[in-house]
């Protein structure tokens, strides 16, 4: 039996070395195509003094009467080996988008709940490694304060953990755009003033709004009660055929939302008829608004541009899946070539 040849070496270095490139312009063009990754933790938490009312709900819950001023106090924790500067800031509660809450920008001047917070002391605070320190605030409630719920928050963030990203190359005719991302906490401060809590809805009307993907309605939505308010109901255009149901999470008294329901991508321009209808306080009362809203030519003009942007803008990630696939496939047949040089021919 004859032995078998082997193919030369340096054609199988070269067939390895083509390999290797390949799968090193794969893995840079996954790594570009990724989303940045954001850490999970920020190091350090906050809570309630153990011990103090309430503290087993993680934020802070009493009762308070008009003209009161209550004393508080939250534990500051440093989970890391190093030393952290942690600011804290009272905010506002809002409505979010859906209902639900959200809270006011750290680095506004508070107007409603929020100004009720004294924090001390109100700059940083240093917490050491591995340690935790208390922080005492006062909370004083309005002489002249309405019954009911009423919601704030403290924010606490590192200043030091920013990051910054920027997009754009800049130069010539083109815009640069700087992003520092701050992640933060809210510890929720609830207030609970004597007299009636109930809740309120009232919707105002309906309005459009272009957005990459369509046209959205925005339906205004507050609550002027003095109890958080939650329902489920819909959305109808009867001249399109058109209805979605509206969700609504638990909006805080005084608080007010447009919500976005998705319409279509191509409305034509003109004046349209909606009806609107929420049940809310476990479906013992009912929220509705029935009117027209307009859409002009500007809306459709906006919603032309911002389609083509969208369009422009998913392009690129399915083009760039495309040409990970050709290589992939690329890479796969070089590998069955390689396998089949480095096989010994066998011959009787």
Not at 55 to 81: D, E, I, M, Q, S
Not at 122 to 147: C, L, M, Q
Not at 308 to 319: D, F, I, N
């Amino acid at each position: 039996m004859a032995q078998g040849t082997q193919r030369p070496l340096t054609k199988l270095t070269s067939i390895a070395a083509a390999l290797l490139g390949f799968a090193a312009l794969l893995t840079a063009l996954l790594a570009l195509s990724a989303p940045l990754a954001h850490a999970d933790t920020t190091g350090f938490t906050a809570q309630p003094l153990p011990g103090s009312p309430n503290a087993t709900l993680g934020f802070f819950k009493f009762n308070a009467a008009a003209g009161t001023t209550v004393p508080r106090t939250l534990l500051l924790t440093n989970h890391t080996g190093k030393a952290k500067v942690i600011r804290l800031a009272a905010c506002d509660g809002l409505a979010a988008v859906f209902g639900g809450v959200a809270y006011s920008d750290s680095n506004k001047q508070p107007h409603a709940v929020g100004s009720w917070i004294q924090l001390l002391p109100r700059t940083g605070v240093a917490v050491p490694p591995n340690s935790s320190i208390e922080v005492p605030f006062e909370v004083k409630v309005p002489t002249d304060v309405t019954s009911g719920v009423h919601l704030g928050g403290i924010a606490l963030w590192e200043p030091a953990a920013a990051t910054t990203s920027n997009s754009g190359t800049g130069g010539g005719n083109k815009a640069t755009t700087k992003i520092i991302m701050v992640t933060r906490m809210v510890l929720t401060v609830l207030v609970t003033t004597p007299g009636p809590a109930v809740p309120e809805l009232a919707i105002s009307g309906v309005r459009t709004e272009a957005r990459p993907d369509g046209m959205y309605t925005l339906v205004a939505i507050a609550n002027d009660g003095t109890a958080p308010a939650s329902g489920q109901g819909t959305i109808s255009i009867p001249s399109e055929g058109f209805q979605q149901p509206i969700t609504l999470g638990d909006m805080i008294p005084q608080s007010s939302t447009g919500y976005p329901v998705k319409w279509m991508t191509d409305p034509t321009k003109g004046t349209y008829q909606a009806q609107v209808e929420i049940r809310y306080a476990n479906g013992t009362k009912v929220a509705t608004w029935s009117g027209n809203f307009t859409v002009g030519q500007a809306a459709i003009k906006t919603l032309a541009n911002r389609l083509v942007v969208a369009t422009t803008t998913h392009k690129r990630p399915w083009l760039m899946y495309g040409l990970i696939g050709v290589l992939l496939l690329v890479v796969v047949i070089m590998g069955f070539a390689l396998l089949r040089r480095r096989r010994p021919a066998s011959s009787s």
